[in-house]
């Protein structure tokens, strides 16, 4: 019994961490549904795509793309390009998930987005944080994202200008701040100043969010290299 | 009917990427590089998602995030830190 407290705990936990994230993810959504109208996505489309597939960019590149003779190829090669870096975000959440049973996995992670990983990361560096923060986290998000995406279509968007409010770069402030929570002293310095510049670099040359994971994969191979020089 | 395979190829091929990357580090040993790499990995994808953004807000986007890098640092509060960031760019933008 205590386990399942300890549980219930955790996922609220999760949830409340991410709700100040939540509220610019809210208002984004609403930007992708008034995008929605004018692609003629209905409504429940769109809840059907936020619910099944969760993922914010991927999905407004879905709905730009949308027209009255779907290209289902076309579309589905660029969702995969856009999303590949979850195969990097997933491979990161190993230790989250050490000893959880393969029916766990599967069941914890499909609400998994960039603001509730980076959250869940970031708090396992203080303490002791399970997948049910993570997918506290996850719910949170995909609340927020349904409320902001179907009240768009059906309202119109919160703000006329998310930018004068700064809500863009609410996303950066949150994920800078979440980036730090993860420094974990020297060793860090060169692999991040690499995936910096390689980020940058290969924003301005490849599609989509090939940056991330140049960058990321770039950064992270640094410390072995560093490491077989010393021998 | 194609509106839903257009959403259902797109979610089967997220949920795979997101399972198959948890699955397949599972898979790799817990030793060596591959441990450096993978303790090395969240740092390096948060880090590469980020750095563009902040380049692309500008003289302001690096002073903000400079400030929002500090308070974490500092206090470890992540919503006060991205209260900062926030509050430089509203700033900014609407009275500079």
Same mark, same amino acid.
């Given at each position: 019994?205590?386990? %399942? ?5 955790q ?5 409340t ?6 509220? +610019? ?13 004018q ?10 795509? #936020?619910i ?17 003779? &779907? ?15 979850y195969?990097?975000?997933?491979? +990161? ?12 996995k ?19 560096? %203080? ?6 923060y ?45 980036t730090? +929570? ?15 510049? &390689? ?32 021998k | ?11 089967i091929?997220?949920?795979? &990427? ?8 599972? %898979? ?7 441990k ?12 590469s ?11 302001w ?19 006060m ?12 933008? #609407?009275? &500079?």
């Amino acid at each position: 019994m205590l386990k %399942k407290f300890e549980i219930q705990d955790q996922i609220r936990d999760g949830f409340t961490a991410n709700l100040p994230v939540a509220a +610019s993810v809210a208002a984004y959504g609403s930007v992708l549904g008034v995008l929605a109208i004018q692609k003629n996505v209905s409504w429940i489309e769109l809840l059907l795509m #936020n619910i099944s597939i969760f993922a914010g960019s991927s999905q407004f590149v879905m709905v730009d793309m949308w027209q009255s003779k &779907l290209p289902v190829i076309e579309i589905t090669l660029a969702v995969l390009a856009i999303n590949f870096r979850y195969l990097l975000i997933g491979a +990161s959440l190993r230790p989250i998930f050490r000893g959880t049973s393969l029916g766990h996995k599967f069941r914890m992670m499909h609400l998994v987005a960039d603001e509730n990983w980076a959250m869940t990361l970031a708090a396992s560096r %203080k303490g002791n944080v399970s997948s049910g923060y993570l997918f506290g986290g996850g719910l949170c998000i995909l609340s927020a994202w349904c409320i902001g995406t179907i009240s768009g279509h059906r309202l119109g968007a919160f703000v006329q200008n998310p930018e004068a409010f700064a809500l863009d770069f609410a996303f950066i402030a949150v994920f800078t701040a979440l980036t730090i +929570s993860l420094w974990r002293g020297k060793t860090d310095i060169l692999p991040w100043i690499t995936a910096v510049i &390689l980020a940058i670099i290969s924003e301005k040359m490849l599609p989509g969010k090939w940056y991330i994971i140049v960058g990321g994969i770039g950064g992270a191979l640094i410390p072995i290299f560093s490491k077989k020089k010393e021998k | 009917m194609p509106a839903l395979i257009t959403i259902a190829a797109a979610a089967i091929i997220t949920y795979i &990427l997101r399972i198959g990357g948890l699955l397949l580090s599972d %898979k790799l040993p817990r030793t060596g590089n591959v441990k450096t790499f993978m303790d090395t990995l969240p740092g390096t994808i948060l880090i590469s998602l980020v750095a563009p953004g902040i380049i692309a807000a500008g003289f302001w986007g690096l002073i903000a995030a400079f400030f929002t890098g500090l308070c974490a640092y500092k206090t470890g509060n992540v919503f006060m830190s991205m209260l900062i960031g926030i509050g430089i760019i509203i700033l900014q933008r #609407n009275f &500079l």
